[in-house]
């Protein structure tokens, strides 16, 4: 039963703030499960391109993750690249969001 919750908290402070932030902006693509596969094809890009990239710092890791999960949003949500990197940073602005609302919460239990 914990297992589930725990699996519900991490889809809502992963996938909410991504289809938010796409609705907010427009995208074509705003369901639940085209926003989950959006950010799994994220992750698997970026874990490709981090292994052809040795010993990236925090700050160049950084500027190559944003655009490479807005090629994974492009393609996924149906928006341009452009509209894509935006809602790459208002998704990071609403994740940093909700995880503090979530740590205040549970913080106050």
Request: with cysteine.
């Amino acid at each position: 039963m914990e297992f589930l919750i725990l699996l519900i908290v991490v889809l809502v402070v992963l996938v909410l703030p991504l289809k938010m932030a796409a609705a907010m902006l427009g995208a074509r693509n705003t369901g639940v499960f085209a926003c989950l596969f959006a950010l799994l094809l994220a992750v698997i890009i970026q874990h490709f391109v981090g292994g052809l990239i040795p010993g990236v710092t925090e700050e160049w890791g950084l500027l190559i993750t944003i655009p490479l999960a807005a090629l994974a949003y492009m393609l996924v949500l149906g928006t341009g690249f452009f509209k894509a990197v935006l809602i790459a940073l208002v998704q990071g602005l609403i994740t940093i969001g909700i995880t503090l609302l979530l740590g205040g919460v549970l913080t106050a239990l």
